[in-house]
């Protein structure tokens, strides 16, 4: 089977790694000239609106997945006329556009912080007069790993931050005073079959992921579930999606989701009997989906800007390294490190390890 992918991103490369033992060859459609996916497959290098690329793309693959949600909806939309896209245009047309969906929660009935549309200065004024602050503003679109956004905490933060943000629609949040960030990450079939991973716990460093901890037993995973599997069915979803919450005293408030495979999931690759990565394939290809049980305890921890010498990495014990190939850059995902123990108390003691080497590199 023939896959083609937008985007050429680790999230692409990790897809093949996945799907290659199926038989799969994967097409990427990448601007980058060193998309970091391109040695696992062919590389278009070309824009997402690039229509003969595109045409290219289609007459060449069975079927059409993406990679990341900044991929124009238009896109996927275009696509659709000639090969199956997973997945849909709809679904990535929500996703992608954060007053979308969260007006989508709140039609749900899923908890959200309070929210408003800002168009102006004047919308951002009038919000904050609503909501109050601490706040936080965020680009509708285009936002990630902490970029696009704005903690509003005092009312002269208030002042000029339309402009800062580029003065494109946005969108104001109240804050929210959670305990705990979690995220669940669940596969939906062509046939509506539905599984659910573990939550993860996850911990950020100036707004990108730093540590995900996957949970033996989490008194909120059916809530979650429950949360999921509204949205999943609403957008008649196929394929695997991320759920990101902040976890509240009692509860779960929704903080965003994601159309694609998570960074938050990435310890499925050894943590879980299916990956996630392996588990979309399947699911946009229409195959049986894969168990998401865990194996042993499992954690994920990124590797910002630069990836530890590789003989100092596999060198501890139950670890496993995920390079991606990418040239080192501050700020940048360029790899990370997985996690597999048979207790909770070894999988501490991992982490701290890796931790050590991340801050002594």
């Known amino acids: 089977m023939k896959i083609g992918v937008i985007g050429g991103g680790q999230l692409g490369r990790m897809l093949a790694l996945a799907g290659t033992p199926l038989g799969m060859d994967f097409t990427f459609l990448d601007p980058a000239p060193d998309a970091c996916a391109s040695p696992l497959g062919t590389h278009l290098l070309a824009g997402y609106d690039d229509s003969q690329a595109l045409r290219q793309m289609a007459e060449s693959v069975d079927l059409v997945t993406f990679e990341f949600e900044n991929v124009p909806a238009e896109t996927v939309a275009f696509l659709s006329q000639f090969v199956p896209v997973y997945p849909a245009a709809d679904s990535l047309r929500i996703a992608r556009d954060r007053w979308f969906e969260k007006s989508l929660f709140k039609e749900l009935g899923i908890p959200t912080p309070a929210f408003a549309d800002i168009q102006s200065q004047a919308d951002l004024d009038a919000a904050v007069a609503a909501i109050g602050l601490p706040a936080v503003m965020k680009t509708r679109t285009m936002g990630y790993d902490g970029k696009g956004q704005k903690v509003l905490r005092q009312p002269e933060d208030v002042q000029g931050a339309f402009a800062e943000l580029g003065s494109v629609p946005c969108i104001l949040e109240g804050f929210v005073p959670f305990t705990g960030e979690v995220s669940l990450v669940a596969v939906r079939g062509r046939d509506g079959e539905t599984r659910f991973y573990p939550l993860s716990h996850n911990t950020h460093v100036g707004g990108v992921l730093n540590l995900s901890v996957a949970s033996s037993t989490h008194p909120l995973q059916a ?89 100092q990495v596999i060198a501890i014990e139950n670890c496993h390294l995920h390079d991606y190939g990418k040239a080192f850059k501050p700020g940048r995902k360029v790899g990370h490190a997985t996690l597999r123990c048979q207790d909770a108390t070894t999988l501490k003691a991992r982490i701290a390890e890796v931790e050590a080497l991340i801050a002594n590199a």
């Open 223 to 311: 809530l979650a579930e429950d949360y999921l599997g509204r949205v999943l069915e609403k957008l008649d979803y196929v394929g695997v999606l991320a759920f990101e919450f902040f976890e509240i005293e009692g509860g779960l408030k929704a903080n965003e989701i994601a159309p694609r495979v998570h960074n938050s999931g990435h310890w499925t690759i050894e943590g879980a009997e299916c990956s996630q990565f392996e588990n979309h394939l399947r699911a946009v290809a229409g195959l049986p989906l894969g168990s998401t049980a865990k194996v042993g305890e499992s954690a994920m921890l990124n590797f910002i800007g630069s990836v530890p010498a590789t003989e």
